[in-house]
RNA sequence: GCCGGUUUAGCUCAGCAGGUAGAGCAGCUGAUUUGUAAUCAGAAGGUCGCGGGUUCGAUUCCUGCAACCGGCACCA
């Protein structure tokens, strides 16, 4: 038998005979060491300890304390494990697939009765059962036909899809936990015995496409979670119920923000506080594109069908857009309108008002554009996707020579952006050319180099996304992450050769022939409806100073300090806060409790000793204690951080 | 749109194996004048999501629809 070398983290290296296991590696190592491995990763691939090497490489030895593969494998034997036990409860039951996910994993059956709450308790019984059975998992590698005729025999139709996915070439294999077996690319712990079975719990029941095709089967896809140990599980619980306590839809409640109703399905109410919110946040970009070198322009909402069909949205997007039939006095039909979907058309036409000179580029053309999209009911969520939204659109046309400049100082205004509103951190994907597509080679190529050129003055840390670009130019996608580490895709930034020709845009250039601009479509927020909903959720409803609705409270003690209370307002007032008085006939206490649960930032509480020394007594949200502080340092500290970031 | 669940007072939720409902908080009224996260008392508040059916009788059972929640699919 040939011998093979393998290597160690630590730099040495040894030989054995090919076909030795990571398990006989592990045992020639240290017998201790084998009795804690889990797995090994060979060359970067992980592998099952009862796997045999064939060929040198590097090795790694894992063990409980490798959280990664340790995750994986625990993730992945649980998936199993469950597919075992729901099989042993309803033997009628068809098994497809079971990946790992996020904190855990997910199989999907096909069952006819629905899964209940009651019966993810029996599963999970069921599951500690076989554990505690400690079944040894074995591995076989089968041929094909032989793998067909067990599923067949075994009636289980979604295995035999699956085997027929297998790219010809790979093994086709089996394992064996105990009596129960599954097809799975692995790989396995070596007993069912090493999961931690006080570390895991099935979450939720929810229907699935087979395949992710919505024209297949709907199936029964079971949840679960699971980590190390029980610590772990229950950090992770823990943090659920955080991530709940500041779901804005609770606090949008709450605090008194928004409302939906059943009339108006995904479109949002929005209540005096957060239109204040809104309107500051509005304001604030306002400020920025200005500065930027945007023009803003306002386009109408309801556009006559024969402007999107030119533009290509009414054959490709008609199903989700909100038509608007008018009869016209006099005409024979009706007239077909749309409400505008997305505002670059208008754009368009906005552009193409009078000649354009290539002197007047790179013109940018700034919108809150009021959009309405039909938006599938299963598909609305809260503020986060909306069927009418106001995104902080704009377009910017330029040559080709000029993509690298405005992507670079987009960048640079994105990211103030992003830093301004509390977002430190966010990711860039640049998605390059699809199969099809418009525009020539030679501009994908110069738009392509364009994007990353500018990208990687910024930074040098961005995920491509081959073949992902729009049909009409490459982009970039900008997602920031919040306080509890999710991810929000926000911003983009996509090249567009298309829409300037089908809608006709041109403009004179220094040979005096007419060219076609290229156009910019970009946003930061994205929209603003659900911008606010990610502020909401990443602060817990504590906004700073500047976005909170209702930024300070002055409340009195007494009534008989109502008066002071009342030119307290008015100085916060005239200094441009908004300040409301609490003179309501209650203790201090009740007073204080119920505007810090409604998160409002700063409390100035007032009794006789303030009235007499003209002082206030300032308590701010989530601090313990109060500071006294004379009116007028009060008004000049509280003004000096309720400026917008930009204008400090 | 698809699968499952939910819908009872402004909010959070009980309840009803069919005989038209109950709590806490909020709101209202009164008392209390209070020092930094809930003062006390009283009265009031609901066509039990909407429509149809079964029944002597439906909030409860059946059925259709809507909205919402958790996913899936979709997201120009």
């Known amino acids: 038998m040939s011998q093979i070398s393998l290597s160690f983290p630590d730099g040495n290296s040894r030989d054995y005979p090919a076909g030795i296991t990571a398990a006989e590696v592990a045992e020639s190592i240290a017998p201790s060491l084998a009795k804690r491995a889990i797995s090994a990763n060979l060359d970067g691939r992980h592998i099952d300890l009862a796997w045999p090497i064939a ?83 074995r591995t076989e590698i089968w041929d094909r036909e032989r793998a067909i005729a067990h599923y067949k025999g075994q ?126 946040l509005e304001a604030y970009m306002r400020r920025r594109l200005t ?11 309801v556009v006559d069908r024969i402007l999107w069909e030119k533009s290509g949205h009414w054959e490709a997007y008609r199903e989700n857009m909100f038509i608007v039939e008018v ?11 749309a409400l505008k979907p997305m505002n670059c058309p208008c754009h368009v036409q906005v552009y193409n008002q009078g000649l354009k000179s290539y002197r007047d580029l790179p013109l940018r053309l700034a919108e809150f554009g009021s ?17 009418g939204f106001v995104q902080d659109d704009a377009h910017i046309f330029c040559t080709e020579d000029q993509i690298e400049a405005e992507c670079a100082s987009f960048l640079d205004l994105l990211g103030s952006v992003y830093a301004d509103l509390g977002f430190e951190k966010f990711d860039i994907k640049l998605s390059t050319r699809p199969e099809t ?30 073949g992902e670009g729009a049909f009409y130019g490459p982009k970039l996608d900008f997602k920031l992450t919040d306080a509890i580490g999710r991810e929000w895709q926000c911003g983009t930034f996509q090249v567009d050769f298309n829409l300037p020709v ?32 990610i502020l909401i959720e990443n602060y817990s409803g504590k906004l700073p100073l500047w976005l909170a609705p209702r930024q300070v409270v002055v409340a009195s003690i007494v009534s008989d300090a109502d008066d002071y209370v009342r030119r307290v307002v008015d100085a916060l007032r005239a200094a441009g806060l908004r300040a409301e008085a609490d ?38 949200l989530d601090s313990q204690g109060s500071r006294t502080l004379s009116l007028e340092e009060a008004v000049a500290e509280l003004s000096a951080e309720a400026a917008p970031p930009d204008l400090r």
């Not at 899964?115 to 079944?135: N, Q, V, W, Y």
């Not at 009869?327 to 309108?337: L, S, V």
Request: charge should be negative.
């Open 371 to 387: 959009c309405h999209r039909y938006e599938s009911s299963g598909s609305m969520h809260g503020l986060m996707r909306v069927r």
């Open 327 to 337: 009869d016209e006095e006099g005409a024979k039909e009706k007239r077909t309108n």
């Open 55 to 137: 060929e040198s490489g590097a090795i790694t030895i894992n063990t409980m304390k490798d959280e990664a593969p340790a995750l994986e494998l625990i993730r992945h034997d649980f998936a199993h494990v469950m597919a075992r036990a729901v099989q042993e409860i309803w033997p009628d039951v068809k098994v497809t697939i079971g990946p790992v996910r996020d904190h855990g994993w997910f199989y999907d059956f096909d069952r006819k009765e629905p899964f209940t709450p009651e019966d993810l308790g029996r599963i999970e019984a069921k599951m500690k059962e076989i554990i505690a059975a400690r079944d040894p998992v």
């Open 155 to 280: 009636n289980e139709p979604f295995k035999l899809e699956l085997i027929d996915r297998i790219p010809e070439g790979e093994d086709v294999r089996m394992y064996w936990h105990g009596e129960w077996q599954d097809l799975c690319r692995g790989p396995h712990l070596q007993n069912t015995g090493q999961l931690p079975a006080d570390a895991f719990r099935l979450t939720h029941v929810a229907g699935a496409y087979w395949l992710g095709d919505a024209s297949r089967p709907m199936l029964q896809r079971i949840y679960g979670v699971a980590f190390r140990n029980k610590a772990d599980l229950k950090a992770h619980l823990t943090m659920l119920e955080e991530a709940a306590k500041r779901d804005h839809r609770k606090l949008g409640r709450e605090m008194e923000l928004f409302h939906f109703q059943e009339e108006a399905p995904g479109m949002v109410f929005w209540h005096p506080n957060g239109w204040t919110i809104y309107r500051e």
């Open 437 to 466: 597509r418009v525009g020539s080679d030679e501009i994908w190529d110069k738009a392509e180099t364009a994007l990353e050129a500018a990208i990687l003055k910024v930074r040098n840390d961005f995920e491509v996304d081959p």
């Open 502 to 533: 089908r809608l006709d845009a041109e403009y004179i250039g220094e040979d005096g022939g007419k060219h076609r601009p290229v156009m910019l479509h970009r946003a930061i927020l994205g929209s603003f409806e659900r911008f606010i909903g």
């Open 583 to 620: 003179t309501r006939n209650e203790k201090i206490n009740y007073k204080v409790r119920e505007h810090s649960v409604g998160k409002v930032p700063a409390i100035l509480a007032i009794g006789m000793k303030e009235v007499e020394a003209g002082t206030v007594s300032l308590r701010r």
């Open 291 to 301: 500065r930027a070198g945007y023009k803003e322009i306002k386009t109408p909402q």
